[in-house]
């Protein structure tokens, strides 16, 4: 079994660590890059194959050369076996389909050809959810999307995918593919191990895991254009055929809640508080 | 055969009863699983605790883990005393010579901290015979096939098929239960112990004891403290922190609706325990857990097919008056049962293990520490109701208290005489009378102040870690006439209570009052005590669910 996940860097978007300036812009000097958070569903699924179905993991990435630390997070956070960063200035501001073209090139190039290659659920930033899908057009491979659990006949050349339809937990349907297969992890995928072997082999491999986690400049192998033979037209912004027109800022919503802050230990102005509750309190 | 996943030995559980297992099953070259239902070895283990090493057993836990003293264990207990304590006067009794018969050493310990050392002990040696150690799996009972016990089921996992499955699941062993090895029945052969971990640097302790960092010491408590309550109390010194806990016999816990916090916080309050508490009592947490008698609850055949019951388990827990020994017994029985599946296996029949490890348990002098032939003649006599009225009255008369008065320096030697302590009798007269007799005639008055206040039961709970899961006990029948006595018994309830596990209420019924029992297991500590005193199906929570001990 040959796994690979597609990862992306991007914007750390969580409150303390975001920048924006005063347009609303965000400031991308001042905002971390990291790992992008749907793509931890990807990583554990292809965890799963490799504890319960051996083989290797190579996570995948597109981007300048500090996304080497991106791959690091993926590793380092759930698991790796090698990591690839595809790299070169001729690559930069591509849109999805661009970028769809570099990386299914990319996963062409791979010494051995993989059976499965998972993506998360679109990125934190772009928020589109093609890039996935269109690498899976580019390797004119099927398509599973939104899977949330996950097994892998070997032997028939099969997965058996749960899957939820039109993204909503409320209607799950179980398919079959046939590999080599692109699989879209969703955000409620939950890897099982129902086997002790798989449970001492997932402990061992974390553990192993943290300290390859520590040498991974000696995991990574970076490609350029050249590398992957690929025309400098058909990439990066000149293969984007988006074109973005503008941006505008969503306005936020005003409150029209009043709010007033009482000091909890302070309890003479807690009794108006404690008389508006208590109807509540009995059930009134 | 259904094919099941298969280990040659399955250790449920990774204390020292399953540690010990499983590492000689290992060094016998024995593929091994050992399965703990903690997050982390320990983190659901509770002892008094101190671990011995007795010259006379066959193993002992340094001797299967080199470094475990200077790695796992808190201090060694070089100096002993028991207190019998009557209101504030207190006589006080070195028990080093009892202590000493047949100890190797002794050594006071945190059970997360030992028990998680010895994990990784255990999973590099299993390890190495293609299995290992796995936390967070709940083993729920055994794998059968046409009736015969084959294997384990568990929540997390398929089920396991094994050659041996070694129960080492501790004192409320579902799989002992299964096996129909065990049960919850009897309250009189169970002690309940309730346990504070109080906070204290090295200096303090050494300066307030005055012993060395490489000293420690232990101490007994009996008497009239305890409010007639059966049972007694212990302090322990641990690196940087005491150990100071109650254990009473669970029938007399539940007869005198006795609330285990309170007999706990009597000892912590007493005026004997301010020269050690000092006015700055930070407890770092409290715990509780249920204790086998072995004299009536260990196991005389532990096993059942491939099944092999040690520890807790199988009741071999030894309570005799001053001598609380558990830990040890564990060990010996865990490294036995690995040598008799090893012996049965070289022999081409591996399926008699379980008849070799009782042999071993007899021929080893297990069984009778568990089970004292001393005791069962003589101390049982002493559990005759009119016979122990009888010894009670004499002991309070003007006669008992001239013989003990005459007698003290006999009285001192029978507490350090091993023979005599085992054949102590379960009965009020050793625990309470006696004891409350010898403060009074012999003792002298403790003046210090003490300025303990234990936290409340809310607070107690409030630190404590749990991750909640499904409730994991159902009460069977609510009627307070049933399962009442679950309201004052278990350690996280009490009467007037809201926020414990059990409480009671009367509730109008079509124009008739009934009184009724309510249970919520979320600050369930796990120790079994409801599954004897109330009528319930109980089981452990699911893997890694439940309270975390971080001290235990």
């Not at chain 2, 475990?68 to 006080?92: C, L, M, Q, S, W």
């Not at chain 2, 558990?326 to 022999?347: I, K, P």
Request: with cysteine; aromatic share 6%; net charge negative.
């Amino acid at each position: 079994m040959h796994t690979v996940v597609l990862t992306k860097g991007v914007p750390d978007f969580r409150e303390g660590q975001v920048s924006f300036d005063e347009d609303g812009h965000l400031e991308r000097g001042k905002t971390p890059t990291v790992m992008n958070p749907n793509d931890k569903h990807a990583l554990r699924a292809a965890f799963q194959t490799r504890v319960r179905n051996g083989g290797h993991v190579s996570l995948m990435s597109m981007g300048p050369p500090g996304y080497q630390e991106v791959l690091q997070e993926g590793m380092r956070d759930v698991y790796a076996d090698d990591l690839y960063l595809l790299s070169d200035r001729e690559m930069g501001a591509a849109d999805t389909w661009a970028t769809a073209m570099t990386v299914a090139t990319g996963i062409q190039n791979l010494e051995t050809q993989p059976d499965l290659v998972f993506a998360g659920f679109k990125t934190a930033d772009g928020e589109t959810g093609h890039t996935g899908p269109q690498t899976a057009y580019c390797l004119d491979w099927p398509l599973v999307t939104h899977v949330v659990s996950l097994d892998i006949d070997e032997e028939a050349g099969l997965l058996r995918a749960k899957r939820l339809v039109d993204g909503d937990v409320s209607e799950i349907e179980t398919v079959e593919a046939p590999m080599p297969c692109f699989v879209v992890a969703d955000p409620e995928f939950e890897p099982t191990y129902r086997k002790a072997s798989h449970r001492l082999e997932h402990k061992q491999l974390r553990e192993e895991t943290q300290e390859r986690a520590e040498n991974y400049e000696d995991l990574v192998t970076v490609w350029d254009h050249e590398d992957l033979n690929l025309d400098p037209d058909y990439i990066g912004l000149d293969g984007s055929p988006t074109i973005v027109a503008g941006v505008d800022p969503i306005p936020k919503a005003p409150s029209e809640r009043e709010a007033t802050v009482v000091d909890g230990d302070d309890s003479a102005a807690m009794e108006p508080i404690l008389d508006e509750l208590t109807p509540y309190a009995a059930g009134d | 055969m259904t094919d099941h996943e298969h280990y040659e030995a399955v250790v449920v559980g990774c204390g020292p009863g399953g540690a010990a297992a499983a590492a000689n099953l290992a060094r016998n070259g024995v593929e091994t699983l050992v399965l703990e239902r903690g997050v982390d070895a320990g983190s659901k283990n509770v002892s008094g605790g101190l671990i011995y090493a007795e010259e006379s057993a066959p193993y002992t836990i340094d001797g299967l883990f080199p470094e475990f003293r200077e790695e796992a264990t808190e201090r060694p207990v070089t100096e002993n005393y028991i207190h019998n304590v009557a209101g504030d006067t207190v006589k006080t009794f070195d028990i080093g010579d009892l202590h000493h018969h047949d100890t190797a050493w002794a050594d006071s310990v945190l059970r997360r901290r030992m028990d998680s050392w010895l994990a990784d002990r255990v999973h590099e040696l299993t390890h190495e015979t293609g299995g290992g150690l796995l936390t967070e799996v709940h083993v729920t009972g055994l794998l059968r096939e046409k009736g015969e016990i084959v294997g384990v089921t568990c929540e997390e996992l398929d089920p396991i098929a094994a050659d041996i499955v070694v129960a080492a699941d501790g004192v409320n062993s579902e799989l002992a239960r299964d096996a129909g090895l065990m049960d919850w029945e009897d309250p009189d052969e169970w002690f309940q112990g309730v346990k504070a971990v109080a906070e204290m640097d090295p200096d303090t302790i050494d300066e307030r004891f005055d012993i060395d960092d490489d000293e420690g010491e232990a101490h007994l408590f009996s008497g009239d403290l305890f409010d007639g309550v059966r049972g007694g109390g212990f302090l322990y010194t641990n690196e940087a922190s005491l150990s100071i806990g109650t254990v009473f016999h669970l029938d007399s816990i539940a007869e005198e609706r006795a609330e285990p916090q309170e007999l706990l916080d009597g000892l912590l309050t007493h005026p004997l325990m301010a020269q050690w508490l000092g006015e700055d009592y930070h407890e770092l947490e409290y715990s509780a857990k249920l204790v086998p008698d072995s004299k009536k609850a260990a196991l005389t055949a532990p096993h059942e097919d491939r099944l092999v019951v040690v520890g807790d388990a199988a009741g071999q827990m030894q309570a005799q008056g001053p001598i609380i020994k558990g830990m040890n017994h564990a060990v010996t029985a865990g490294a036995l049962a690995a040598e008799a599946f090893a012996d049965a296996r070289s022999r081409g029949d591996p399926h008699r293990a379980g008849e070799f490890y009782e042999q071993k348990l007899h021929d080893e002098g297990v069984m009778d520490k568990l089970r004292p032939t001393s005791y069962s003649v003589v101390g049982k006599l002493g559990e005759i109701g009119p016979i122990d009225g009888v010894a009670n009255a004499v002991a309070e008369s003007a006669v008992g208290r001239f013989g003990v008065r005459a007698a003290e320096g006999l009285v001192e030697r029978a507490y350090n005489s091993p023979m005599l302590v085992s054949m102590i009798p379960d009965t009020k007269l050793p625990y309470v009378t006696l004891p409350t007799v010898i403060g009074e005639e012999l003792g002298e008055v403790v003046t210090d102040e003490n300025h303990v206040q234990p936290p409340e039961l809310d607070d107690r709970i409030g630190d404590l870690t749990y991750d909640v899961g499904d409730p994991h006990i159902e009460l069977v029948d609510n009627s307070f006439e049933a399962s009442g006595t679950a309201v004052t018994a278990c350690p996280v309830s009490a009467t007037d209570f809201g926020g414990g596990c059990y409480r009671d209420e009367m509730v109008q019924t079509n124009g008739h009052e009934e009184h009724l029992v309510s249970l919520d297991t979320q600050p369930c500590v796990e120790c079994g005590t409801c599954a004897v005193v109330a009528d319930t199906e109980w089981e452990h929570p699911a893997g890694g669910k439940g309270v975390e001990f971080e001290q235990g």
